[in-house]
């Protein structure tokens, strides 16, 4: 599972009456001074966390064009755009991130997110390794990396060690139940079986759903 850097910076995790008061707030501000970037940033903040997002990638759109090289504006409006199944966008919004801000990590890790959901695995592995190279202990990076080298694998020792290598990494840096269940399975082709069966079982309590069900299926085996 691919998961999308976001920058909600200011705002709380939960949606609050205080977000509300704060939307009709910055609103107001706005009539008076509408290229006000930062409290139209804030809006567009706001607005996606509700998740409002074709009202918000217009607020980021605006943001962008006041401000060309608002590094988070251009994130945020890149995982925008492809949930609006706007790729084109996107690739474009990350590109201008790596340029804007070439010393941080968000900009290659997402633009790797495109490469490899449009099957660039060549280039999807250099931005993760561009971004790891940024940031060694990003922990999404290590994992998407990870799994791309054990797709790619085809049972071959030394890239089944570096997939390893790199999961066994982002596992420790979180611990959730899709991480331990790809290590998991690496273990299991590198023919460390109880190694695996203890991996799987502590993916096994942390997962829920069908994934919950495809690891117990797998422990029914060892």
């Known amino acids: 599972m691919l998961r999308l850097c976001l920058f909600f910076l200011t705002l709380s995790a939960s949606l609050m009456a205080d977000d509300l008061a704060l939307l009709g707030k910055i609103r107001q501000q706005l009539k008076t001074d509408p290229a006000n970037t930062s409290l139209r940033y804030q809006k567009a903040l706001i607005l996606h966390k509700m998740n409002r997002k074709e009202k918000a990638f217009l607020e980021y759109e605006q943001v962008i064009k006041k401000s060309p090289c608002h ?6 409006a890149g995982n925008l755009a492809l949930d609006l199944g706007q790729n084109g966008f996107a690739r474009k919004s990350y590109k201008r991130a790596i340029e804007c801000a070439p010393e941080h990590h968000l900009g290659y890790y997402n633009a790797a997110l495109i490469a490899e959901m449009e099957g660039n695995y060549d280039g999807a592995r250099g931005l993760y390794e561009s971004s790891l190279s940024r ?3 990003h922990d999404s990076s ?3 990396l990870g799994s791309l080298e054990y797709r790619l694998a085809a049972g071959n020792p030394q890239k089944l060690a570096l997939a390893h290598q790199l999961i066994k ?6 611990t959730d139940a899709l991480c331990l269940f790809h290590l998991g399975q690496i273990q299991l082709d590198l023919g460390e079986r109880p190694r695996a069966r203890a991996t799987l079982k ?9 994934l919950r069900r ?8 060892l």
């Open 71 to 76: 590094f988070q504006a251009l994130i945020n």
């Open 169 to 174: 990494k982002a596992c420790s840096l979180r």
């Open 202 to 210: 502590k993916a096994h309590f942390l997962a829920r759903g069908s």
């Open 142 to 144: 290590l994992h998407n």
């Open 214 to 221: 495809k690891i117990q299926n797998i422990l029914q085996t």
């Open 135 to 137: 940031k060694a202990d």
